[in-house]
């Protein structure tokens, strides 16, 4: 990896090591209406292994985790880690429960395990977007579900199309009032060719 492109991932775990004790409390509801917004797309399942790409603090966790055979959240700042944990511990949920701290660019997962994918107020804290989006779909099951979400303060509504369209050949695309983020999910299976 470049000197550049370390500096700006660890940049970035600075920054959510110096907010994690706060961030729920900055970010929360705003987060919440994001992922109410697409659990009305994408319903979690008894049967589902399921990955919170760039899991943060883990408020995926409260809706999801104890709906699912197994959550796994990823996410490079080990303080966003330490809160997601509490808060598995606090939900008696901890069991289905898994958080690693890894970087979102090199999954240390195998191929094609996942059945639902979410990468929620992530896209625009990584260097290359695009690069991201391929690792998400390399452990993507076949039939996967993917949500990805892009501030709007980061994205235009075209750069972030642009973004999803190189990836996906048909996707949902939303733009929730009240919700500082566009929200796609596209399925692994309109995934282009060169990317599944």
Known sequence: MSQCLWKYKRDIIHHYNRIAGIYDSLYGE???A???SILRI???ERKDLV????CGTGLLIEYLASKVDHFVG?????KVLKVALDK?????????VSLIR??????????????????????????????????????AKKNSLIAVTGLKKHFTKKSFSEV??????????????NIHDFIAIFKMSKVKDKYG
């Open 164 to 177: 999803i369209s190189e990836i996906s050949q048909g996707y949902v695309f939303a733009e929730p009032l």
């Open 74 to 78: 990823l996410d490079s700042s080990e």
């Open 102 to 139: 890894a970087d979102i660019d090199i999954l240390p997962f195998r191929d094609s395990v996942f059945d639902k994918i979410f990468a929620l107020t992530l896209l625009q804290n990584v260097p290359e977007p695009h690069k991201t989006l391929r690792e998400m779909i390399r452990v």
């Open 30 to 32: 705003e987060q919440k």
């Open 51 to 54: 990955l919170d790409a760039g």
């Open 42 to 44: 994408i319903k979690g």
């Open 34 to 36: 994001k992922i109410e």
């Open 88 to 96: 598995s511990r606090r939900l008696k949920i901890k069991g289905n």
